[in-house]
């Protein structure tokens, strides 16, 4: 009796983690991560409920692996492990801790929800069909969402335009365009397969998907479009053979709902110079990807450091663009864990490729298979179109998508019916199995649990200190930033934070003994912040800043230099050298370092103005004239205005000394 009521209780748990991890869904689809605090509740939650379904699988199965004493991995298993120890080196040799060890907690995520729901279909077969259900669901409340968000601005586009986001609940109209061809390619399988589909709501999803007019997402859709006609080929040549007139009027209509939704998208392929000029930009950054790969090829840089270190690596002329993704999942990885790492995620691909094609190749194409099968088919479609996009997008980095392929891919790899080439088994004595065992439970109930609480509170609370600082509230700010520092003193934020805070009580300060105090202090934070983050450079701005207003003006050229060495593509940098050159009455000197600048991008506007001061200074009135002059030109050509408002005086007065 006691055994069928643990049973009872353990098969209720289980049925509980299933359910969290199906709620995460909508969850995370559904809900915008926007504002600082959602995103860091949202990692949270995430890392919580993987480690309570790691937790139920691991207490159902134990019994049986002391049983056995045998523990069997697939080569995707086997891969994904090695994979894992890799990024682990690569962040144990990234001079940014904290970042590289936030992102990798988020593989150890994927990694756990891998295995997790791997026993979990085994556990609990029947929770797979809901795991479609809640997908199909959400697909369409997203897809509707972003066809309205989009076509309202048809209608009131003050209100949508401003308000609401045409990407819907998405953080971009890539990762929405990928998340809803996902959900149509599941269900067009599922049709193929003579299953029932609600067309409401695949035309909904249709219509969100094609507002998108995301490229990248047609040209996947259009990949696998094509490799499911070469494989079926010869079996649709077959059908359309036998069909009769209403069958050829019901595929001229889907053809024809799918061409419509595919206007927007092909539009913006012909017409990308006009609509969107900055999409071009991305070679730019995949060949600074490339550098950054040739840097450091083995460890890479530390997952989660790409934004901060792309800026020493991009081109001059993207100089003034801010990004934190390579647009290309493969060099970000690479990039950021090194080139095995990259090596392993390209057999993964290729293995998880093969095993799906196995399990639904030979089984006619219009016919209804198993479960698992139609899993495996499903999951094929699925990795290529999302191996396609992520050439040209990153929207694997989106947990929306991750937790829908993670549900398909899992199932397909079952135990029950899945095909492997390669299988390991590990015989283990018992005792070394409770060892084993206990240590990896208690090493992920400290890093998924107490340690990703600690992240979120050191997050949280740079938040807030961030917040507190911009209202001008100094000694709130200063709390939360220490308090931050209590729960990750290795997060540089806070400390950034702490410098700045520091600086802004020396410019209210009075007495110059007080101001050095509040200016030294600062001058340690930020010293401290950059130590933890050596390739963020806003740190050291804000230092040569600092040092500025202390009047240290040959530290502060000293340190402008040393960020010239680090990113020499940078005009700004050298704007900041032509500055403290100038302030240092050192006209002659100073005029090198802004024409540097305007070589780098003859655009900008600031350099201009400078260097046609500078020029005055030195009395070379005619040229300053000629500089202030192409100043206001690019002004009228961009369509800006003169942000000092003195241009046009500077022009007027030495016209009429001239």
């Known amino acids: 009796m006691n055994t069928k009521s643990n049973s009872a209780v353990l098969n209720r748990l289980g049925r509980l983690t299933g359910y969290l991890f199906l709620a995460l869904i909508p969850l995370i689809t559904l809900i915008p991560v926007t504002p600082v605090p959602l995103w860091l509740t949202e990692d949270l939650v995430l890392r919580w409920v993987s480690l309570l379904t790691f937790l139920f699988c691991s207490f159902r199965l134990w019994k049986k692996f002391l049983a056995a004493s045998v523990w069997e991995l697939g080569m995707a298993d086997v891969i994904l492990i090695f994979l894992s120890f890799w990024v682990l080196l690569s962040t144990n040799n990234s001079d940014q801790s904290f970042d590289s060890f936030y992102a990798l907690k988020n593989l150890w995520v994927m990694t756990l929800f891998w295995f997790s729901l791997k026993a979990l279909w085994v556990l609990c077969p029947d929770l797979f069909s809901k795991f479609y259900k809640v997908f199909w669901g959400t697909s369409i409340a997203a897809g509707a969402w972003v066809f309205i968000s989009t076509a309202g601005r048809w209608v009131a586009p003050n209100l949508f335009q401003n308000i609401i986001p045409k990407e819907g609940f998405f953080a971009n109209q890539n990762i929405a365009a990928g998340y809803l061809g996902m959900a149509l390619i599941a269900a067009l399988l599922r049709m193929l397969r003579q299953e029932k589909v609600n067309l409401f709501g695949f035309l909904v999803v249709l219509a969100g998907w094609g507002v998108t007019q995301s490229r990248g ?71 600074s990807a490339i550098h950054m790969v040739m840097a450091q090829p083995l460890w890479g840089f530390g997952p989660g450091t790409f934004g901060d270190v792309y800026p020493i690596y991009r081109a001059g002329s993207l100089w003034n663009t801010v990004t934190g993704f390579a647009h ?25 490729l093969s095993n799906f094609k196995k399990s639904f190749s030979g089984k006619l194409a219009f016919k209804t298979i198993s479960p698992q099968a139609q899993a495996a088919e499903v999951s094929f479609y699925l990795v290529l179109f999302e191996a396609t996009h992520n050439i040209v997008d990153f929207t694997l980095h989106d947990w929306a998508h991750r937790l829908v392929l993670l549900g398909f891919l899992t199932y397909a790899l079952k135990k029950d019916a899945a095909h492997e080439d390669i ?59 220490d308090k931050s520092i209590g729960f990750r003193n290795n997060n540089m934020f ?63 050229m000293d340190l402008e230099k040393q960020l010239i060495e680090k990113a020499p593509e940078d005009p700004s940098h050298y704007l900041g050298l032509s500055m403290i050159l100038l302030k240092l009455h050192r006209p002659q000197e100073a005029l090198l370092p802004v024409q540097q600048a305007l070589d780098i991008d003859d655009y900008f506007v600031p350099a201009c103005l400078l260097k046609a001061q500078i020029l005055e200074a030195l009395g070379k009135k005619e040229q300053a004239l000629k500089t202030y002059t192409q100043a206001q030109s690019i002004l009228n050509e961009l369509h800006l205005k003169d942000p000092s408002g003195q241009l046009n005086p500077h022009i007027q007065q030495l016209q009429s000394e001239l």
Not at 328 to 352: D, I, M, R, S
Not at 427 to 449: E, F, H, N, T
């Open 328 to 352: 290309n999942e493969y060099l970000q990885v690479a990039a950021e864990c090194g080139l095995p790492v990259l090596l392993f995620t390209l057999l993964l691909l290729w293995f998880l």
């Open 494 to 556: 806070p400390w950034n934070s702490l410098g700045a805070i520091e600086d802004a009580r020396a410019s209210l300060a009075q007495a110059p003994a007080e101001k050095e105090k509040h200016f030294a202090q600062a001058k340690k934070d930020f010293d401290q912040a950059a130590k933890l983050s050596p390739y963020s450079m806003e740190i050291q701005e804000n230092e040569i800043l600092d040092l500025a207003k202390r009047g240290r003006l040959e530290d502060a």
């Open 217 to 287: 997402a047609f040209l996947a859709m259009v990949t696998v479009v094509v490799a499911y006609g070469v494989f079926n080929t010869k079996e649709i040549e077959q059908t359309l053979g036998r069909w009769k007139s209403n069958q050829w009027w019901k595929f001229m209509a889907i053809v024809f709902l799918a061409a419509c939704a595919s206007v927007p998208m092909v539009n913006r392929i012909f017409h990308a110079l006009d609509m969107d000029p900055r999409a071009y930009f991305r070679i730019n950054v995949w060949l």
């Open 423 to 481: 299988k390991v088994a590990l015989k283990l004595s018992s005792r070394a199995q409770m060892i084993g065992g206990s240590a990896l439970l208690l090493m992920v109930l400290w890093v998924l649990g107490i340690g990703a609480y600690k992240d979120y509170l050191s997050q949280i609370n740079y938040f807030r200190s961030a917040l507190c600082l911009q209202a001008g509230d100094l000694d709130q700010g200063e709390i939360f930033a």
